[in-house]
């Protein structure tokens, strides 16, 4: 049972070994989208540190205190293109081997950087024209400036190096399959642990956004490997299903961070995936409509790409979906909250439009979407429908607050009984 009094977070997260739960963070793609879930990962790492109901003497006392942070308490976090960056920046070690950023300033490094990763051109009456041909011609983005942001943030920090494990999902165009980044595989294998920085310059190297990426790793007796990437969001633009099967491989491997026993044992995961948003509501395409287009239109129509589009939200749907009938099937619904929403209209459902107002839009939605009851997805309609009885997505963020704080504490109790 948890005691009173704030944790010693200077202490590192015990292993799943040692507790009930593995607990794990997924975090969707979907370019400046990120402020999202950049402003639900900042109420969560608040209800960490701040809030939370104690019975006895300690009646809403501070759970972990203010240098509690969200590396502390997840597993694994996950996260595909613009999801990575942000779980980059909240995994990577600073000089004292703490998370590089507190979530409350995730927010604040979109709104200072988004502009020029994402430059906006001068509106004119050429400019429909304009864009189409930019598609045509090459990447929207030369990425120059995001690169340089996302090295001069990584420096050299490795995937084996990060606070807590992480998983990235990454697609190799030469060889037409999925690349899954992990920490566990990176510490085991010297050829899969690349530098952050490569890692979440590729996850985000969107087709027709940003180009494609080219690295090599190596390892001992001159061993090396190339690799050759594009989006994750390609493969898994919401890494919730592949964080869970990594965890299993692990598990698989007898991993002695893990309890042995069934691989399959979801009833004790702890999952809270957060989307970026999507405009299902808003009914942006028509059969009739598509039925009509060409390559470009596919490529290019009213500002948006539609292929990219269907990619990223059906590969996102499949994996909540999956998710949601698994969780009800074993009972444990409760363990699996998915915070996403789906009625994006206009310049907020857009990857890369950076202007402050659409930015500042955004966190507004994060902020509203706190305010709404939880949510889980009809199979049959793909709608997000409430759950009555559950309470606001705030209310089920301080609901899993309160349980990893307690998870946290019960491991660090059982090692010290050793």
């Known amino acids: 049972m948890a005691t009173c009094g704030t944790a010693d977070m200077t202490m590192p997260q015990a292993p799943p070994s040692q507790g009930r739960l593995i607990t794990v963070l997924s975090i969707d793609g979907g370019g400046i989208r990120g402020l999202i879930p950049a402003t639900i990962i900042t109420c969560l790492e608040a209800?960490?540190?701040?809030?939370?109901?104690?019975?006895?003497?300690?009646?809403?006392?501070e759970l972990d205190g203010p240098d509690a942070r969200i590396a502390d308490y997840f597993d694994v976090i996950a996260g595909t293109s613009t999801g990575?960056?942000?779980?980059?920046?909240?995994?990577?070690?600073?000089?004292?081997?703490?998370?590089?950023?507190?979530?409350?300033?995730?927010?604040?490094?979109?709104?200072?950087?988004?502009?020029?990763?994402?430059?906006?051109?001068?509106a004119g009456f050429l400019t429909p024209?304009?864009?189409?041909?930019?598609?045509?011609?090459?990447?929207?983005?030369?990425?120059?400036?995001?690169?340089?942001?996302?090295?001069?943030?990584?420096?050299?920090?490795?995937?084996?190096?990060?606070?807590?494990?992480?998983?990235?999902?990454?697609?190799?165009?030469?060889?037409?399959?999925?690349?899954?980044?992990?920490?566990?595989?990176a510490r085991a294998d010297p050829l899969k642990n690349a530098h952050l920085s490569d890692i979440c310059i590729s996850t985000s190297a969107a087709p027709t956004y940003f180009p494609a990426h080219f690295f090599t790793t190596y390892g001992p007796e001159g061993k090396s490997r190339e690799y050759?990437?594009?989006?994750?969001?390609?493969?898994?633009?919401?890494?919730?299903?592949?964080?869970?099967?990594?965890?299993?491989?692990?598990?698989?491997?007898?991993n002695p961070d893990f309890n042995p026993g069934k691989p399959t044992e979801y009833r004790h995961y702890l999952i809270i995936s957060i989307g970026t948003g999507s405009a299902k509501l808003a009914e942006k395409y028509t059969a009739p409509q598509c039925a009509k287009w060409g390559l470009i239109q596919w490529l290019y129509e009213g500002g948006f790409t539609p292929i990219i589009d269907i990619f990223s939200h059906a590969s996102a749907d499949m994996v909540d979906i999956h998710a949601a009938v698994?969780?009800?099937?074993?009972?444990?619904?409760?363990?699996?909250?998915?915070?996403?929403?789906?009625?994006?209209t206009g310049h907020t459902s857009s990857v890369?439009?950076?202007?402050?107002?659409?930015?500042?839009?955004?966190?507004?939605?994060?902020?509203?979407?706190?305010?709404?009851p939880v949510a889980r997805v009809n199979i049959d309609t793909g709608m997000y429908e409430p759950v009555e009885g559950e309470g606001t997505n705030e209310d089920a963020l301080a609901r899993f607050a309160k349980m990893l704080s307690d998870e946290r504490r019960l491991r660090h109790t059982n090692l010290n009984s050793y």
């Open 47 to 61: 209800k960490l540190q701040n809030t939370g109901e104690r019975k006895l003497d300690c009646w809403k006392q």
């Open 84 to 122: 990575a960056l942000l779980t980059s920046m909240l995994a990577a070690p600073d000089e004292k081997k703490r998370p590089l950023f507190a979530a409350k300033d995730l927010t604040t490094f979109y709104l200072e950087n988004g502009p020029n990763i994402f430059p906006q051109k001068k």
């Open 352 to 372: 890369d439009i950076a202007t402050k107002e659409n930015m500042e839009a955004l966190i507004g939605i994060g902020k509203e979407l706190l305010q709404k």
């Open 129 to 185: 024209v304009a864009n189409l041909l930019g598609v045509v011609r090459g990447p929207k983005y030369d990425g120059v400036f995001l690169h340089d942001k996302i090295k001069g943030l990584t420096h050299d920090v490795k995937i084996a190096d990060t606070v807590t494990n992480i998983v990235v999902p990454a697609f190799d165009i030469k060889y037409l399959q999925p690349v899954i980044f992990s920490t566990y595989e």
């Open 326 to 344: 698994l969780f009800e099937s074993l009972h444990c619904q409760k363990n699996y909250l998915r915070i996403q929403d789906d009625s994006l």
């Open 228 to 254: 050759h990437l594009v989006d994750g969001g390609v493969a898994a633009n919401n890494p919730t299903m592949i964080a869970m099967s990594m965890l299993t491989k692990e598990i698989l491997r007898r």
